[in-house]
Nanobody
């Protein structure tokens, strides 16, 4: 089990950028795929970006592809989400989560550990 703490959220104007960080405790960080999920008011939680254990492969939702970049630094037990060209529809609470599944697990139920989330608000 990992404990995950997100940071880096805030208020930004459309077209701006934010970099989210998720710091994990534990010494088995490299045994987990890491994902970023978001949930907007009145909407279901959706996957945004996922990265495999080694960072060899990634997944992005169509809505963020080309704008967001997920990366990880296993030496620092940290996963990042660089968000560029932000849009108002990106407004949501962003959570990082960890999965013991191999590859690129896309479903929320495949993730065992979740952070508390960080708010991202994009003004028009």
């Amino acid at each position: 089990q990992l404990q995950l703490v997100e940071s880096g959220g805030g208020l930004v104007q459309a077209g701006g950028s934010l970099r989210l960080s998720c710091a994990a405790s534990g010494r088995t960080f490299s045994s987990y795929a890491l994902g970023w999920f978001r949930q907007a008011p009145g909407k279901e939680r959706e996957s945004v970006a996922i990265i495999t254990r080694t960072g060899y492969n990634t997944y992005y939702a169509d809505s963020v592809k080309g704008r967001f970049t997920i990366s990880r630094d296993n030496a620092k037990n940290t996963v990042y989400l660089q968000m560029n060209d932000l849009k108002p529809e990106d407004t949501a609470v962003y959570h990082c989560a960890a999965s013991r599944e191999l590859g690129l697990p896309r479903q929320a139920y495949n993730y065992n550990d979740w952070g508390q989330g960080t708010q991202v608000t994009v003004s028009s």
